[in-house]
């Protein structure tokens, strides 16, 4: 039997506070994809990490992220997206004193695959 679709959006989906009032909602959590819309205060920064099995794509939709991946600083600006493949140690981070909004699209989902380094 096919299964129905549901919509959704930001005051459907299932949120929850990371970092330093950092907050991500959930659109979609399944073992092969999730997708999540974030925002980072300015200022704000992730910790340096990588995921064994899942790789990320990071849209922003608005702002300016700064991304810390192998040892170099990439800049990604409002409307623009950066890949990050499994075993790749990151963090993302947000240097202006606007708030940072972007999608995490994670294949698979990053569910038990993530190694904190610092």
Known sequence: MEKGFTAIDKQTASHYLWGDNCESWVLVDSAGLSVKQESMPGG???KLHFHTYAQQ????LKG???FY????RI???EQKGLLINPGTKHYIANE??????FLVISQPTTNQDRTTIE
């Open 44 to 46: 704000a920064r992730e």
């Open 96 to 101: 202006t004193d606007e708030i940072l909004s």
């Open 69 to 72: 991946a192998k040892g170099e």
């Open 64 to 66: 300016t992220a700064i």
């Open 57 to 60: 794509f990071f849209y922003i």
């Open 75 to 77: 800049v990604v600006d």
